[in-house]
């Protein structure tokens, strides 16, 4: 086996400076095969592109379309409550690390949103974290569950945004046609 040699770069001292690594040249009888230069496999089986262009909807993946529901879902809200809301941050989650102790009777405080025994969004109050920070409140949306209750895009797109008026509404202490007065007429 041949180690490459690293360029010296002291007679130019303003070129850039890698870390010297050492790259192998196996030889022809080696066992081992480089993938060449096209970074290809050894029979050319792989994958040489995307499945799909980065414009249709299908490129992205089903959390990355869930991130985006609730931006949209959540962006009305936001124009509306911008000043009451600055202190306020959305997130997302898998699952609800929250369980019911009983799921049969389980009553939810007013700053969880369930579909009985099932958590679907949670509002954090802010507070002080363990190692004595300050944090700032925040709504946690649960992915899963959400997504198994809604039947199409359209029916997700309601669901977040009901989640979020009970969250925000939980937020300022309002009731909910406070913050959407045409929650009601659905």
């Known amino acids: 086996m041949k180690c490459t040699s690293v360029p010296d770069t002291r007679s130019h001292p303003t070129a ?10 196996a030889d022809s009888r080696s066992s081992r095969r480089s993938s060449g230069a096209a970074g290809g496999s050894r029979r050319g089986r792989e994958m040489r592109g995307p499945l799909l262009p980065q414009s249709v909807p299908g490129w992205r993946s089903r959390a ?5 529901a609730v931006l949209e879902a ?3 809200i936001e124009r509306r409550w911008h000043k009451r809301l600055t202190g306020l941050d959305v997130a997302v989650d898998e699952i609800p690390r929250i369980a ?3 799921p049969d009777t389980v009553q939810w405080p007013p700053e969880v949103v ?7 969004a949670r509002l954090i109050p802010a507070g002080v974290d363990v190692r004595g920070d300050p944090t700032r409140a925040r709504i946690v949306l649960f992915r899963k569950p959400i ?10 797109t309601d669901l977040l945004h009901e989640i979020l008026v009970a ?8 009731e909910t046609t406070v913050i959407d007065p045409n929650l009601d007429e659905d």
């Not at 850039?16 to 040249?25: A, K, N, W």
């Not at 990355?64 to 985006?68: A, Q, S």
């Not at 369930?114 to 679907?120: K, R, V």
């Open 16 to 25: 850039d400076v890698q870390p010297l690594r050492s790259e192998f040249v």
């Open 64 to 68: 990355e379309r869930f991130d985006m």
């Open 74 to 76: 959540y962006e009305p």
């Open 100 to 102: 019911p102790k009983d």
């Open 114 to 120: 369930a579909d009985g025994p099932i958590a679907l």
């Open 147 to 156: 997504e198994r209750r809604a039947k199409d895009s359209v029916d997700l």
């Open 167 to 174: 969250q925000v509404a939980t937020y300022l202490g309002v």
